[in-house]
């Protein structure tokens, strides 16, 4: 396979993310099969159209079923809204193609598992694009945790705040409807946050946890909005969370505490973990994405101290194709290196983590959540095979 | 009342902060009644003349009764661990004595209502002395909640973590004996973020929580400590937790979310905590104790961002007493403002907070969390009227 | 003007950023005249050709003249070492051609204004990358010191510190040549602030500085390094210096200082200002480069603060064609927003700064240092017009 | 030498930080001759007697000869503003008192040498007081440099920046008149960073500086002040410097940079440094006194960072007389820590830095930068033997 021809469905926030990660990896990466930008998918035709041109899609579809359809593709990118993931990426695995799809994987534990049943039936690679994972620093989290170096992790606390709901006369949009987006900031951030402790801690057997829309109806989308709307009028129900909030039990011993919000002001994106271990602790914190704070019981006493590692050496994880020390990634680095990562996976055989599986069992905790919140008491997380 | 004869009980960690802030505060404070270092009392009397001779204290005693029942002592202040509270302060109040007490108020609730009843019943003036509040960025929080500069309170997480208890080689001492201590990371931290919380938000009304002791054996105080220490011989049981979590419920509709440990690598006395309103944020947390964190939406468009308040002007509580701008305060400087305003409210006749029904109160989460750990469900948090 | 063709010289750390840039700008802007990666310059043809076909320039050259000599190039793009920008600069000028420069502009003055003369005469655009300029942050804090949000500006001090020749076996390379980079952290590192003093504060009129070069040899470039070289043998003499530092007054009335090193331990790319004005105060580190700090006299007292802006939002300059707020940016997007600068000038016609003058006037204040170094006493700067 | 009493000259701002100290010192330090509060001088009886009632000195004076001529006193400490100091130090030495004294020693080198020839004949114990020296966290910076754990040291960067002089209407006071204090930010912040740098870097041989009054008239102390204060009517001059910045060189060929202003809004006492060693660095800033930073080259590759060591463990310099870990110190902790020194060294015998010596050698730094001022050009500076 010398090159991998991508069909990407979406065209929106992570159509851009995801085709400046097409466009950019293989320069900066050696890769043995790049990606080929074939064919880009939307509803709007014309608007589709102007996506392709601006970032160079050779081709444009506005159904998906017709993309999948194509020869020419290898790969199906899923990129649009959460409802839609189990259709699309079902019927991309049963033509034979490889999935990679935003998260969270669906809006639906049955969902996932049907998704995960198909891809491996199909025997594709497939992919959950749970992009903090691919941060340099938290790479690096990883591999001192493998290596021992904040020993057993007890402890694993994690927020992640945004503010962008704080304004009343915020309107509508698809991420407040539970029919689309699933859940609120529940699904779409603390999924990243049980994405991360899972690949840094291990496997969540038990939660509790409580969610509460503070805001409940909002403007219209297109709705004149400002101090004139009047209640009821010209107004959406919100019929998603603005916050959600658990307690966890890992199966290897340690407890976790996580929280979702888009209603923390002056919080844009602070997707935060502090773990401690029994001989250190790891923090780190989006906002400032270069940067691992390490704690090292290790060091000399009276020299103890939290370290901020800027995780832009060479020998940082991705680094090495970048920039020299000091010179800092952003946000859509982490999507040039998923996307890398998966082209290599699709070129090797190899398997590629977080699959689809990781994508599910991400979904059973958010589910037990749910449940929880219902029951006022813990739950116990089912295990996806 | 020219002056306020103190009669202080215990003389260790709690001892020095006390005898200091007596001391200290009528140097930098205009008091119409100044306090007076009566008596000191302690079981060991070798250690307690010494003690005295120290810091000053007038005279000595060795068992709490005999100091209770002496003519010239106007308060006392009960600085000993927790199973010794109720009886102190309970036999203070009949003797018509102030009583000003460490926290946790009581071990247990019912202690603590009896305590309450006490002091109620004698008329005299009581606090519970959760020292955090006077620090004067925390007190400064205070004001600027009830001024509405952050608009309705939704938020408040708070965790206080410490890691002394990291190492497994660390001896027994009474705060890992539930007989003694009551509980764990829970009644010692807990207790003083549940104090915050309410200070700053209000009442608990439900909550839902898990506790962990991490390291069930210790070597015995006093035993050869060391790597040669085997399983069972000279160790003694760690009957308390290492670390707490809760979510709650606030009456006022705010969500929270609190942890204590003493096993977070790193964190000294990480008392810390965020709250986020429909119009701002503040943070604080005690390694930095002089600042606090302020993010207003009200800021230009542009220009928001959350602003590091360095509580050292003269407009701050308690700072106009000190020094300069800039020239930040320490630790003890809490319990010297603690000591000044309840001296005050005793030569007032004022009521001072937190009292012993806020001990009380607090005392009544920290058993529902309890009560929830085992339960494994939400518990609601009993009203102390 | 349809698009704009591109011939770029220069294929290693430079080339790789400023391909990026020709890349990617027109994928996240709108550019009415984009550029065309039409043809890269490197000496050895094998490695440009690889270079080439990993970016995706259109041909290649292996003499800067050639390059010049094509009718189908608008604009040339010098990103050599500081030796060759006057050559090439001056025979792009006259061939017509645009001509974006990496700075330092030149390594002498004169140099700098042969090359200065050249593109007035040819009526070409002409900029010098001082890329962090157009950090958002940055232009950001541009916009508040012209809004008068800061005052009158009264001191501005810089350092940038690096710290990758900390290790003496660290080898020699052509930044340490004088005959190449014409002088050590002086030209790279006080060039930038120089720019940045310029354009946030105005002119510098009197200089008085020192220089210091710590390691005077270092292994030759490709000698066996290690701890067996001894003096001498295989060493190279490092020519240029390790730190520069310098005093310096403002047409305007303010000071400044300013810092260049690269034996700092720690400081990656640690190129930070912090100016004071009469009313407020601005704090800009590019290793947080979405950052800007911001304290105003203006807020009210007892809640003055430093403020941490993040400069993610859709208002701040630049932003709007990134992502949503709190996403931050890295190194090479203020490469991006410096190419899409001058093609936009060199479409519209307009001037774009900073210019040939600018950089002219940057070397002549790194002269006024040197000068200032030989002779022990302060330089007055000379006005290039 | 069963205890030391001790005259006070001064009673103001500095008068109540000694006092403090006096007061604290025995009660947290085991001190073999504990100083008793004898007696403080100031020149209005009223105020003076207040003073000592409120802070316990047994009694007072109104003329520092008196004071001085007591047999009753062992040690003189010269509290008072810096015009002052040579002639009672001078005087106190010759009655045979150990004498303790403010910083700067003295206003001219020539009376500091005076000083330092008086202590030395009469034989006594001097100390002159740089309180910083004794934040815990300097005093360790000092035992790691000591213990080659930065390596050699290269480059010392000292800022001391506050804004208590940013609003043009803030009143007259002594330290604005160059009479009696000598000079501005220069021989009142300068003079901190000088000492710094001697006790942690070495002897600074050569200097060049810059020096600026930015607000050269206020209104007269006492005077209506406000916005009806017409130029001139009312207003005092401005006759010490706002700011000043110089460049150094050490003896060991270090690289110096200074600066103290009183017009960088929100710094308000932003004692800050910074030294790059060859294998390590350290930076420390007083807001946040009780952090040091460091960075190590030892530490392993990719884990490589700064460290915040909280300077508040047993193991620390001073610590271990006070707090658990984590319980952050003041402002006044330092001064305790100076009284405990000198009075050690007053029953010891012992010597005790910094001493008059090294209070003479910082004025001709200051001098030497003040003569760099004239003359335009570097200045060497004067060794005090």
Known sequence: MASINVGLVGYKFMGKAHSNAYMTAPKFFDMPAPPVMKAVCGRDAAAVKEFADTFGWESTETDWRQLIARNDIDMIDVGSPGDTHAAIAIAAAEAGKHVFCEKPLANSLADAKEMLAAVRKAGVRHMVNFNYRRCPAVSLAKQMIEAGEIGEVRQFRAVYLQDWLVDPLFPMNWRMRKEIAGSGAHGDLNAHLIDLARFLVGEVTDVVGMMKTFITERPEEGASTGLSATAGEGMGQVTVDDSALF?????????????????????????????????????????????????????????????????????????????PPGHILGYEHSFVHAIHDFCQAVSSGDDCRPDFRDGAQCVAVLDAVEKSVETKAWQSVETVE
């Not at 979702?260 to 973990?273: I, S």
């Not at 906002?287 to 704690?295: F, G, I, P, S, V």
Request: hydrophobic share 40%; glycine share 12%; with cysteine.
């Open 247 to 323: 307690l966890a039990r890992f199966a290897g011993g340690a407890l976790g505490s996580f929280e979702a919000t888009r209603l923390a002001p002056g919080r844009k994106n602070y997707n935060r973990f502090e773990i401690s271990g029994s001989k250190g602790s790891l923090v780190w914190m989006f906002e400032d994405m270069n940067e691992l704070q390490y704690y090292s019981c290790d060091d000399a006493d009276g020299r103890q101290g939290f370290r901020k590692i800027l995780a832009t050496e060479g020998s940082h994880p991705y680094v090495a194709a970048w920039w």
